[in-house]
Structures are given as C-alpha cells and as structure tokens.
C-alpha cells in the first residue's frame, strides 16, 4: 500500500546548524509530496510541496527535492533558528484519492 | 481571511458523556477530514466527507460520529462509546479537485476526558 517513512526524532541541532529530514515513500502512480510544520499546540501548517518529479518545493529557506528513483522527498536547510523547533510531518497524495498519507513526524530540536 | 476554525480549543468531559468538536471553513472546500493525534504521534484519520450529505469512515471511526449537512461544517461527535478519547483532534479540508491540491488545518481542539 501507500505509505511514507520518516527518520525519528527528535533531531537535536544547535542554531545555524545544516538539517536535514528524510523522508521515502512507498505509492502506486504519481503521489504529490508535502511537509508539514506544527508547532506547540497547534495544528499543521503547510511548509511546502512537490507535485511530479525532479520538482523543488521552497519556503521559508527549507528545501524539498521529489526523487522518483529514490522515491524520496528529504527536508533540508542550510541554517536553522531556534524558531524552527518544532515538529515536520511528510505526506503524500495520490491521483484519485482524497486522502493524505503522513509519516509519523519528526521532532526537531534547536539550541541557541 | 479565509480559514478554518475549531472550537472549542480546549474541551473537558467527564466519562460516559458525548461531545461535540466544531469545524467551520469559508475557503469553499468540498472535501473535510477529521484526524487524531496522541502524544508524540502522527496523525490517524477518523472520517471523511468529499461532499455534503455525505461521508465515509477512516481509519479509526469507532467511537466517532459525523454529519456534513452543510458544505462550510463538519461537526464531530465523540461518543462514549469511545475507549480512549483524550486526545488532540485536528480538521482538514481541501479542494476535491486534483491530487496536487493542498489540505490546510485548522488549530485543533484539545479534548481531555477527566
């Protein structure tokens, strides 16, 4: 089935530190990818997302590349704040199917 | 501003009642979901609607109700029939259109049955 795999947490970086998340997949066809971000008590926030691949998604200095050969869709930023702390979801959707598919979450962890 | 809302943000309930979690959008959304998150977890899906008047059960619908009489509301219910309820409750919605279309959440609810 359809299903995403996210690297566990929590990830501990101190500030201006390189991240990186990782993120594969497993689907049938051509899934879009997203990362969510949640914060403390909050619900989920779209970070970014890529629809086909070779496609980058971008905001807010994080980066996400779809690798179809990989089937990979790994999270990264060259220089992390301690405001990123937070927690970063990876999900997919299909092609006829309304349903999103999330990995487990990654907890991430920022020190000044 | 367009959005989703969900009140109320913190909910307590004793044991053995009902409970009713509210999710309103204005973004025009066909599609609404309803997820559950436990600490230090993902999300798992409860139920979904692609269209008024109707809805179909996700993942772990048991203990659940839902109705989607209007397309802007998709209440929840969570009966005590439910074993385990506290939990952090999150609504959804998107565009029934295409696979490439993004699902935005609303805050959550925070439900703790005491």
């Known amino acids: 089935g359809n299903s995403v795999t996210q690297m566990e947490g929590p990830v501990t970086l101190s500030e201006e530190a390189f991240l990186t998340i990782n993120c594969t997949y497993t689907?049938?066809?051509?899934?879009?990818l997203f990362w969510y971000v949640q914060y403390p008590g909050e619900g989920l926030q779209l970070l970014l997302k890529a629809t086909k691949a070779d496609d980058k998604g971008s905001n807010k200095g994080f980066e996400a590349t779809y690798r179809k050969e990989t089937t990979s869709f790994h999270l990264e930023k060259g220089s992390v704040q301690v405001s990123d702390s937070a927690v970063y979801f990876c999900?997919?959707?299909?092609?006829?199917?309304?349903?999103?598919?999330f990995g487990t979450g990654t907890r991430l962890l920022v020190s000044p | 501003d367009g959005g989703i809302t969900q009140s109320p943000k913190y909910l307590f309930r004793k044991e053995g009642q009902n409970v009713t979690l509210s999710c309103e959008q204005n973004l025009n959304h066909d599609a609404m979901y309803w997820y559950r998150q436990d600490p230090g977890q993902g999300l798992r899906l409860i139920y979904y609607?692609?269209?008024?008047?109707?809805?179909q059960k996700g993942d772990i619908a048991e203990g659940y109700s839902v109705s989607r009489e209007k397309k802007e509301s998709f209440p929840l219910t969570v009966t005590s029939a439910q074993k385990n309820p506290t939990a952090f409750y999150l609504c959804?919605?998107?565009?029934?259109?295409?696979?490439?279309?993004?699902?935005?959440f609303g805050p959550g609810t925070r439900l703790t049955v005491l």
């Open positions: 689907a049938t066809g051509y899934p879009s």
């Open positions: 609607s692609q269209i008024v008047n109707d809805f």
């Open positions: 959804a919605s998107t565009s029934a259109g295409s696979r490439t279309d993004t699902q935005y």
């Open positions: 999900a997919l959707r299909w092609t006829g199917f309304q349903k999103l598919v």
